[in-house]
């Protein structure tokens, strides 16, 4: 294994857009020692309307220069390429995002697999599911099958259209394993490691790989009892 270094995420929630509390941050990263940190476009306000903000950007890298660390990006959290709404931001969005990226000289952009359910849908409002023996504890998606089939073949080709546009940024899109909810079994394929793999393999672009987090693959597995070194 070729480790290269030792990373920390510069969580989005707590910097908030303040470039101020972003190097309070940095300067203890580079104090205890770590070489990587992992940043948000959303947490440092570098995204406005799905356009990149130039200004907030010169800015941020501005303050980036003060220190040695090398860069991972993470999306923002809502982004979602199975969202149909044209109105949506999603893919202008995703676009700022690998932008930002490769402005950054960072080599990763992580992506949360693409959700049949947005959270939004169901951890703001309040929502029928199915009993819980409906989903025999596997993961069998909500909405009914005919409708996954099309998010699956939407979120598959514009996987692959980021893909391209990562690829002349010198950029590889990490696409992350879900974390499970209690009230929402299957609002997500990347709960499983396997229908994860599947969906890297059926894009079949190289700058399309994944991110393993331990931490989500664990909950998944205990909570739909699967194994968790068989996905």
Same mark, same amino acid.
């Given at each position: 294994?070729?480790?290269?270094?030792?990373?920390?995420?510069?969580?989005?929630?707590?910097?908030?857009?303040?470039?101020?509390?972003?190097?309070?941050?940095?300067?203890?990263?580079?104090?205890?020692?770590?070489?990587?940190?992992?940043?948000?476009?959303?947490?440092?306000?570098?995204?406005?309307?799905?356009?990149?903000?130039?200004?907030?950007?010169?800015?941020? +890298?501005?303050?980036?220069?003060?220190?040695?660390?090398?860069?991972?990006?993470?999306?923002?959290?809502?982004?979602?390429?199975?969202?149909? !709404?044209? !109105?949506?931001?999603?893919?202008?969005?995703?676009?700022?995002?690998?932008?930002?990226?490769?402005?950054?000289?960072?080599?990763?952009?992580?992506?949360?697999?693409?959700?049949?359910?947005?959270?939004?849908?169901?951890?703001?409002?309040?929502?029928?599911?199915?009993?819980?023996?409906?989903?025999?504890?596997?993961?069998?998606?909500?909405?009914?099958?005919? +409708?996954?089939?099309?998010?699956?073949?939407?979120? +598959?080709?514009?996987?692959?259209?980021?893909?391209?546009?990562?690829?002349?940024?010198?950029?590889?899109?990490?696409?992350?394993?879900?974390?499970?909810?209690?009230?929402?079994?299957?609002?997500?394929?990347?709960?499983?490691?396997?229908?994860?793999?599947?969906?890297?393999?059926?894009?079949?672009?190289?700058?399309?790989?994944?991110?393993?987090?331990?931490?989500?693959?664990?909950?998944?597995?205990?909570?739909?009892?699967?194994?968790?070194?068989?996905?």
């Amino acid at each position: 294994m070729n480790i290269q270094g030792i990373a920390i995420n510069a969580d989005a929630g707590l910097i908030d857009g303040d470039l101020e509390v972003l190097g309070r941050e940095l300067d203890y990263y580079r104090d205890i020692g770590f070489t990587h940190v992992e940043l948000s476009p959303h947490g440092v306000g570098a995204i406005r309307g799905g356009v990149l903000n130039q200004e907030r950007l010169r800015e941020l +890298k501005t303050l980036l220069a003060r220190y040695p660390f090398r860069y991972a990006v993470h999306g923002p959290n809502p982004l979602n390429l199975m969202n149909a !709404d044209p !109105d949506t931001l999603d893919r202008p969005a995703f676009i700022a995002s690998l932008e930002f990226t490769a402005a950054l000289d960072a080599e990763v952009m992580v992506y949360h697999a693409g959700r049949y359910l947005a959270e939004e849908d169901f951890l703001l409002s309040p929502q029928p599911y199915p009993h819980e023996e409906d989903f025999l504890l596997s993961p069998q998606p909500y909405p009914h099958a005919e +409708k996954r089939e099309v998010l699956w073949e939407r979120e +598959k080709a514009l996987l692959y259209q980021m893909g391209e546009i990562a690829a002349r940024h010198g950029v590889t899109i990490a696409v992350e394993n879900a974390r499970p909810y209690l009230n929402a079994p299957g609002y997500c394929y990347g709960e499983s490691l396997v229908l994860l793999a599947r969906m890297i393999r059926e894009v079949g672009h190289c700058s399309v790989g994944a991110t393993l987090d331990i931490g989500h693959a664990y909950l998944a597995a205990r909570r739909y009892g699967w194994n968790l070194y068989d996905g």
